[in-house]
């Protein structure tokens, strides 16, 4: 890797880090001004702070694991972050969205495998309902994760790039064809 692709990759994880920086702060500021109950009413019958504690992932699902599910999250959440790492050097510079996609992954799972650690469990804050509809309660990590998912998401439908293949449709090697036809 060149000495510009890596500066350039440095940026990203620096943006990461600003997005773990504003994921730790609210969940500060929401601690202190929500924790007790007093839930602040953004745009009314949709949009409110209120506190949450997430002991589970996503949605709540597996909350009732304990200090083992506790650790065992942890423990997945470190191998994503290890993996997301490794996806994230491996990704040629050129390709900025992919790049982008990884760095929120990684602010994101380390947001939140931040406050499992540290706390034993996760806080949301951020809760959404629409008339009876009603969201699980959320935070900036889970918004970066989101975010992340659904640009990699899109970027499977965006590519034009066929898969790196060394045969064509009739199975034989494209440099063996070429030498051929010359």
């Given at each position: ?43 009314s ?54 790049l ?72 034989k ?10």
């Open positions: 890797m060149d000495k510009r692709s890596f500066f350039w990759k440095l940026g990203y994880l620096i943006a990461a880090g600003a997005v773990f920086m504003i994921d730790q702060t609210t969940k500060a500021w929401a601690i202190r001004k929500l924790r007790f109950g007093d839930d602040i009413p953004v745009i019958g949709f949009l409110n702070f209120a506190y949450a504690q997430n002991t589970g992932v996503a949605f709540s699902m597996f909350d009732d694991g304990g200090d083992s599910g506790r650790w065992a999250l942890s423990g997945v959440a470190f191998i994503a972050s290890v993996l997301v790492l490794y996806f994230f050097w491996k990704t040629p510079r050129s390709d900025d969205r992919i982008g996609a990884l760095a929120l992954l990684l602010a994101g799972i380390v947001g939140n495998v931040v406050d499992r650690v540290r706390l034993g469990f996760v806080i949301d804050f951020i809760d959404v309902q629409f008339g009876s509809w009603h969201y699980p309660t959320f935070n900036v990590a889970d918004m970066a994760i989101v975010m992340g998912a659904g640009i990699l998401i899109l970027d499977m439908f965006l590519r034009k790039d066929p898969p790196n293949n060394k045969t064509s449709g009739s199975g090697n494209d440099d063996h064809i070429s030498r051929d036809n010359s």
